[in-house]
C-alpha cells in the first residue's frame, strides 16, 4: 500500500512538472501580432493673445503641428499593428485628427479619381505601411511608406520629450515611400540605401525617383549617431534638384541625463536653408523629468516657407521647456513653455499678430500642456 502510494505520487509529480514546463513554454511564446496606440489632447496660452488664436505667423508654418490656442485640442489618435515573423514584419500605422492629416499634407486631401470624379480617399490616414523582408541576418529589404529617417523628432507625441515640435523637423521630409535596403556593417553600425517617390508624397510628381541614404553607427554605449541624406528632383516642368544632409545623435551621459543633437542643412535652386538643435533631458524622479531645446533655424534665402510678413526669408531663435510627468503606465502630462524669436522687421511688418489682429511682435510665448494616452 505504502509502495502504491509512493508511486502515485512520483507519477503525480512528474505530471505536474511536465504540466508546468508546458505551461512555461506556452507563456514564453509570444504572440507575432501587436496592437498599440496613443491619443494626445493639449490646450496652449498664448502671451500675445493672438486675435486669430493661432500660433502661426506671417508665413502660416511658425509651429508645426500645435498651432492653435486659447481652447482645447485633440491633436492626433493612432492605431499601430504589428505582424512579425522570422523573415518578414508587416506594420499598418493609421492615424486620425489634425495633426494626422497635417503630417500627411502631402497627399493632398486624399482625393482620388472614380470614374473620371472626385471622390474622398483614405490616404491621408496612412501614416506608415510598409513590409521589411529580412533577407540575411546582415540584409533586409523594406517597401512601402514609411516615416522619415531625417531628423532628431517624429510626429508620434509619446516618443518626443518635447510636445511641440522643432523648426527643423517642421521644414524637413515627414515620410517616404519607396523601397529601401540596410546593410548591417558590424555589430554596432548598418549602411541604408534607397529610392523614394520624391518628398512627402505617395506619388511622384515627375518621372525621376528621389534617393534615400544613412549610416549609423554606435561608437560607445548609449551613444547613437545617425548621418542622414535625401535628393530628389521635385520638378515639373523645369529642374528643382532638393538635397537635405542631416546629422542626428544622442548620447545617454548618465542613467538620468541625455544629451542630444540634431543639425541640417538643404538646398534647392542653389538656394539653402538648415539649421541647429541642441537637447538636454533629465530625469528628476521615477516620476518627474525636465526636458530643454534651443534651435536656431536659418530661412533667410526664402526657398523654405517659413518666411516674414514681406514674402522674404527669415531666422528664428526657439527655446522650449517641456516637463514629463508619469502619471501612470498609459498616462503622460507634458506641461510646456515655449519662447520663438524671429528676425526683427521693418515696423508694421512684425512676424505675429497682437490682441488687435495687427503684426506687430516679432516674437511669442505659449505655455500650455498635453495630456497623452498610450496603449
Known sequence: MRKSFFTVLSLFTVVNVFAQDATTKSEEKKSPFTFS??????????FNAPKS???LGASGYERAFDQKVGQFQVGLAQTKMTYSTDKVDGVIDLTFGNHGD??????????????GKEATGTALAIKQAYLTWKATDKLSITAGQWGTHIGYEVI???????????????NGPFYHTGLKATVATSAKSSLTFGLVNGIDSKDDNNSKLGTMAQF???PAEGWNLYVNWIGSDEGVDAKSYYSLFDLTTSYQITEKFLLGVNAAYGSQD????????????ASLSD???????YEYFDNKSGIRALKNREGNGTSVNSFTLTGNVIISDNLLFKPEFRIDSYAKSKAGMAQFEDKDGKYTKDSQSTFGGALIFKF
Open 287 to 293: 516620476k518627474f523629468g525636465l526636458g530643454v531645446r
Open 53 to 55: 488664436k493661432s500660433n
Open 156 to 170: 508620434d507625441a509619446p516618443v518626443n520629450y518635447n510636445y511641440s515640435l522643432s523648426n527643423l523637423f517642421n
Open 102 to 115: 497635417l503630417g500627411n499634407y502631402g497627399n493632398a486631401l486624399g482625393r482620388v479619381l472614380v470614374g
Open 270 to 281: 542653389k538656394l539653402n536653408w538648415g539649421g541647429a538643435a541642441v537637447y538636454a533631458q
Open 216 to 218: 549609423y553607427v554606435s
Open 37 to 46: 496606440g496613443y491619443v494626445d489632447t493639449y490646450f496652449f496660452g498664448n
